[in-house]
């Protein structure tokens, strides 16, 4: 590591927001004397960590910027032209400077406070048309994590959706063509294995379309070997046998191809990766995921639709929430409940700016390079597999060829992909230059006749046909919303960006205290290097000797975390939290299976627990059964005692949160889990409250033995408005050969379960965010972020001690990193929602609502937010409890008030007619610090939810929508 960080440019000053001087104050207002003093009221002594982490010291950034250039410097950026699913794309610098790497944008939480956040909203709807078009399919989500995980995901919802009234005698047979890329066939074969789903993979002219016990098809168009076949026939032979058709797709092969809508597809899923989305060595990337009209209701993830606000103008908002799937716990067939925002909103972009001309263009400009390539190798004497392609050919040769051709390749910087089963796969991308065909030719002695030529009108390159056959040729139009024409020049698109990031309130703006969130701050240092070449353009099924500063990476950080939670190994595949639940809970099962003692399935979970808990394990192949709280938001020992001995030999684990979702250090957490190993199961615990055990406590001193941790929340990666995350999980000796593996890079433990994730690595790019922040951090700084984010929780709990209720609280009476308010005493004046949208009028998100307890908020401010905010805050939530009492004095109407109109929107309270009993001023400017420049205004009045779920729309509206604004 570098020189030692001088004193006075520690980054845990630059990353905790009290000051010296604040902590005093806020410590006098709690009532204790130190810092240490209140760690040691929150936090039991049995569970306390006395050492420092064995964690390198901390240094400065500019220093941390010096070193990671060492490491980037070890990174081969090559020409990989490998395909399966990742290609070389071209990020429009408009997109990147404005949108990737814009605070503004990445800082933003998932859109569930609709009046806050039109301008993601927006986005991502034009992300759903994008899909919509381009599949030729009615409904679209908002994205998901890989296409490995979509075609999973299709294929346990058309399992569910086909045996619903079928569960003694299920048709339980997926069958997958052999033309499916190898890592979705891994994350299949891992979510099928549980669930007692048999995949079969094989041609597709060979597909036994038997009704009774076939449920659904997957197809890969084109397939990983570039082939581009004909599906109707065996589409029109499912459909009759009443089994569903999946599609896993390339979006930019559809400008050219028939889309899968057109054929009949009940479902089409892939990756928007090439469009304007880096490689990253794995991710992030958004998937996408698209059905027919029929199964809008179980379609996995988030869908954006279209609404209106309570004047009656557009708005929009996410749809259909209560289908997600997490929401239904234990009878749940899907555990997603994150998507891939930021990546979507970069993909969408791209569409946006290139409109149907430009991506048509870069299609055709792509496969006639294939077909020159293409041309060069048959004169050279190379046997392709298939005369149609659309970007990628396969080249036959004998394995000593093979090798020859390989040496030839990385010798000039080229990768190529090499399958198991023989040849080589070439796949071109949008990068490709006539230069890539030279040295093309060169690798294979091939004679290249193409020396240039120019572009037709449409893109493609003169004197060049298409070898695509007529018939699978589209025809249809589409991306013909104004959206994806309007915004063609930089200029345009820089200021609809704009337009957009303002309607959208993000840390920029304000703190965003959602409880279980951990939205803290994303430092620029950490965020800078993921947008490097050395880390964004390096194709994750590079040969790793060309990734040795990515291993290196990997490495200390894989060492970090374990020393963070106190185990021993760790896995960076999961690219979720929920994905990390599944992935923990899998391990478990393999250790189970291996002792031989597969029939332990049953998850013991508390009933406070998220509702991705409980979907993870009957993902998993688990039975749920649900322990009581008491009184005091504990888990009641002697219910998980009563459960324990009554499931004693089909005890697998039992799943917890720590601290708990009810913002408390729970004093019997290491009975709880001796208890479970008693009785031979294992303990999961859930890491979505890390941030206030690192450095503190850790999941393996409380007795755990596998936990995962959200990278997006304690480790400082943004939320993106809704995605990206990473999930990895860390786990002691006993689970550590069974961590994950996969079927293209050595990773995972010696007897490894199969992948969870497409990438070997997960995000791989955005890892480079936590390392950053444990790097400049240290031990001290990791645990002083604990320390200020408990500090900074009871501060809160004590400034509005007297005018709310906090429901759960410590033995000695403090918060966690959390605390939840109780609005229940106040609904017949305000609900939740009230609370939640008047502070918006004030200037701030809300907290959590309505979780883990109904008609309540929950409070995290994160270590990061100062006193100034934290007082803000507060006396946003003072102020708003005397409008509701003066709603209950009967001094102000009970129906027209500043609670029940609120938020309130500038063209309201700018309009020549104002006919509320309160002032404008009393709306919009309730306390002096909004003058100051902290206001916030949002474009849309509050959202109706219930009309947008009964006029469903989740596609781009006619402009004339718009303009109703």
């Not at 020409?79 to 997109?95: A, D, E, K, L, Q």
């Not at 989500?141 to 569910?160: H, I, K, P, W």
């Not at 353009?537 to 490495?555: D, V, W």
């Not at 079927?743 to 955005?766: D, F, H, N, Y």
């Amino acid at each position: 590591m570098p020189a030692l960080t001088p004193r006075h440019d520690q980054f845990r000053h630059r990353h905790i927001g009290p000051s010296t001087e604040e902590t005093r104050e806020m410590l006098a207002t709690i009532g204790v004397e130190s810092l240490e003093t209140l760690i040691d009221q929150t936090v039991p002594e049995n569970i306390r960590l006395r050492d420092p982490l064995q964690v390198d010291s901390a240094i400065s950034e500019y220093y941390y910027l010096q070193h990671l250039k060492g490491l980037a410097s070890r990174n081969k950026v090559f020409r990989s032209f490998i395909g399966m699913g990742y290609h070389g794309t071209i990020t429009p610098s408009v997109i990147l400077r404005n949108l990737f790497c814009n605070p503004g944008w990445y800082t933003q939480y998932t859109p569930y406070q609709a009046e806050i956040a039109q301008g993601r909203l927006e986005s991502l709807l034009n992300f759903q048309t994008m899909v919509s078009d381009l599949t030729a399919m009615p409904v679209a989500n908002a994205s998901l994590l890989d296409e490995g995980t979509a075609a999973a995901e299709a294929m346990t919802m058309f399992y569910g959706h086909k045996n619903k009234r079928a569960k003694s005698d299920p048709a339980s047979v997926f069958l997958v063509s052999d033309l499916v890329l190898p890592q979705t066939l891994a994350v299949l074969q891992t979510r099928a294995e549980p669930l007692n789903i048999t995949i079969e993979v094989g041609p597709v002219a060979d597909f036994d379309l038997d009704e009774d016990r076939v449920f659904g098809i997957l197809l890969q168009y084109p397939g990983a070997n570039g082939r581009v076949e004909d599906y109707r026939e065996v589409t029109q032979r499912a459909k009759a046998a009443n089994i569903t058709v999946t599609v896993a797709a390339d979006l930019l092969a559809l400008t050219l191809l028939v889309p899968p809508g057109e054929w009949g597809a009940d479902a089409v899923v892939g990756n928007t990766q090439r469009f304007g989305v880096p490689m990253g060595f794995g991710g992030p990337h958004a998937a996408y995921f698209a059905v027919q009209d029929t199964y809008k209701r179980l379609i996995p993830g988030r869908i954006i639709g279209v609404s209106q606000d309570r004047h009656g103008n557009f708005a929009l908002r996410m749809a259909l929430q209560t289908r997600e799937q997490h929401i239904r716990r234990e009878k749940a067939t899907s555990n997603i409940c994150t998507a891939q925002a930021l990546l979507a909103n970069m993909a969408a972009m791209y569409a946006c700016y290139h409109g149907a001309e430009g991506l048509k263009a870069i299609a055709l400009r792509t496969h006639h390079f294939t077909v020159i390539l293409a041309d060069a190798l048959r004169d050279a004497g190379f046997t392709l597999a298939g005369d149609q392609f659309f970007d990628t050919i396969h080249v036959e040769a004998a394995p000593e060829k093979i090798a020859g051709i390989r040496k030839a390749a990385e010798t000039e910087g080229y990768n190529f992909f090499y399958p198991a089963e023989g040849g080589i796969r070439i796949s071109l991308d949008e990068t490709v230059a006539t230069t890539d065909l030279q040295a093309l030719c060169r690798i294979f002695r091939a004679d290249l006749k193409y020396t240039g030529a120019e572009l037709t009108p449409a893109g493609g390159i003169s004197g060049i046909e298409s070898v695509i056959a007529p018939a699978l040729r589209r025809q249809s139009e589409y991306l013909t919303h104004p959206n994806f024409r309007d915004y063609r020049t930089e200029t345009e698109m820089m200021r609809y960006l704009k337009r957009l990031e303002n309607k959208d309130l993000s840390l920029t703006h304000s703190m965003i205290p959602l409880g279980s969130c951990t939205m803290k701050l994303n430092a620029a240092t950490e965020l800078i290097p993921v947008s490097w070449p050395e880390f964004a353009e390096i194709h994750p099924f590079a040969p790793i000797e060309q990734a040795q500063g990515y291993k290196e990476l990997f490495r200390e950080l894989e060492h970090d975390l374990a020393e963070i939670t106190g185990f021993t190994a760790c896995s960076l595949q999961p690219n979720s939290g929920a994905s990390g639940e599944y992935a923990g809970l899998m391990v478990i099962r393999a250790y189970h299976l291996h002792r031989e003692e597969g029939h332990r399935d049953v998850a013991i979970i508390p009933e406070s627990a998220h509702g991705t808990n409980p979907a993870s394990a009957v993902m998993a192949g688990m039975q749920v059964v649900v322990v009581k709280s008491d009184a005091a938001g504990n888990v009641d020992i002697e219910d998980l005692r009563n459960k324990v001995q009554k499931h004693s030999d089909k005890l697998a684990a039992l799943m917890i949160t720590y601290p708990s979702t009810y913002g408390v250090f729970e004093t019997g957490v290491v009975e709880m889990c001796e208890l479970i190993h008693a009785h031979g199961g294992l303990v999961y615990m859930d890491g979505a409250n890390m941030n206030a055990q690192v450095g503190l406590t850790s999941p393996g001193r409380i007795g755990a033995d596998v936990c995962h941790l959200n990278l997006h929340k304690t480790f400082a990666i943004p939320h993106g408005g809704g995605g990206p995350g990473m999930g990895p999980i860390c786990c002691n000796e006993k689970l550590a050969p069974f961590l994950p593996g996969h079927p293209l890079q050595e990773t995972g433990g010696q007897k490894r379960t199969t992948a969870v994730a497409s990438a070997p690595w997960g995000s791989a790019s955005i890892l480079l965010i936590s390392y950053a922040y444990i790097k400049m951090l240290g031990a001290r700084g990791l645990r002083e972020a604990s320390e200020y984010a408990i500090l900074n929780a009871n501060y809160i709990k004590a400034r509005i001690a007297d005018s709310y209720d906090v429901l759960f609280t410590g033995e000695n009476g403090r918060a966690a990193h959390e605390l939840i308010i109780d609005l229940r005493p106040f609904k017949s004046v305000m609900s939740a929602g009230d609370l939640a949208k008047r502070l918006i009028d004030y200037g701030f998100h809300a907290p959590t609502l309505s979780w883990p307890v109904a008609g309540t908020v929950m409070i995290e401010p994160t270590e990061s937010e100062s006193k100034d905010e934290l007082d803000r805050f507060c006396d946003a939530l003072l102020s708003i409890r005397r409008e509701a009492d003066a709603i209950a004095r009967g001094d102000v109407d009970a129906a027209d008030n500043v609670l029940q109109n609120a938020p309130h929107t500038i063209a309201e309270v700018t309009a020549d007619e104002w006919s509320h009993p309160y002032s404008r001023s009393q709306a919009a400017y309730p306390l002096p610090y909004l003058r100051q420049g902290f206001k916030f205004w949002p474009s849309v009045a509050r959202v109706d939810d219930g009309y947008g779920d009964r006029n469903f729309v989740c596609t781009c509206p006619p402009i004339e929508e718009y303009v109703k604004e």
